[in-house]
């Protein structure tokens, strides 16, 4: 498989440092921002995505993207994900930032939404650290939106496998499993934000 992040960083940033440890992955950086017109460069980013493997991983941000704070607009991100449903690729959102972009969780959430309407299963890697004041803490959600409850049942059961393996281990200060949801909407339980 290969994955494939924004080239905005010289040496890919966290991520890189993630994949570059594991065995059998190919890490490829895209082109994201354009300095010359401190812009999202859609057209060099949506190539990038157009040249990759079939079915590839693709790491998005979902908004307030870091470090350019520059976002693609409705259009943009439809644009991305239609180059994404014809090659077959699969998104994880990085929603570190939720409301700082726009000041609206609702808002700042299009991204996601946009694509989960389009028929993608998606991973969303959310943190709050930063959006809680919770930065010592490091915590956050794993979302998979599957196309069916058999293929989420799946996904469920090995978060429930990795989860189980690394509270098992833990020492004291590491975080561990507060709650492991199956509703497929949430809206009554986080004021209605969710896509």
Same mark, same amino acid.
């Given at each position: 498989k290969q994955w494939y992040q924004r080239r905005v960083r010289a040496a890919g940033g966290t991520i890189k440092l993630i994949l570059d440890r594991m065995e059998g992955v190919n890490y490829v950086?895209?082109?994201?921002y354009d300095a010359a017109t401190m812009s999202v460069d859609v057209e060099s980013m949506c190539m990038d995505l157009e040249s990759a493997a079939d079915s590839s991983v693709v790491v998005l941000h979902a908004c307030a993207h870091n470090p350019t704070g520059i976002d693609p607009t409705k259009e943009q991100w439809l644009k991305i994900?239609?180059? =994404?449903?014809?090659?077959?690729h699969f998104p994880i959102f990085d929603l570190a930032y939720l409301g700082y972009a726009s000041g609206s969780f609702d808002e700042d959430a299009a991204a996601i939404r946009t694509f989960?309407?389009?028929g993608?299963?998606?991973?969303?890697c959310q943190s709050?650290?930063?959006?809680m004041g919770?930065? =010592?803490?490091?915590?956050?959600s794993l979302i998979f939106v599957g196309a069916t409850a058999e293929?989420?049942?799946k996904c469920l059961s090995q978060m429930k496998i990795i989860v189980s393996r690394s509270t098992q281990?833990?020492?004291?200060?590491?975080?561990?499993?507060?709650?492991?949801?199956?509703?497929?909407?949430l809206e009554t339980r986080v004021g209605g934000v969710c896509p």
């Open positions: 950086p895209y082109t994201y994900a239609e180059v =994404c449903r014809k090659k077959k989960v309407e389009m993608f299963e998606i991973i969303v709050f650290a930063k959006i919770l930065y =010592c803490e490091r915590i956050g293929i989420a049942h281990t833990r020492r004291p200060t590491e975080p561990e499993l507060l709650h492991v949801s199956q509703q497929p909407r």
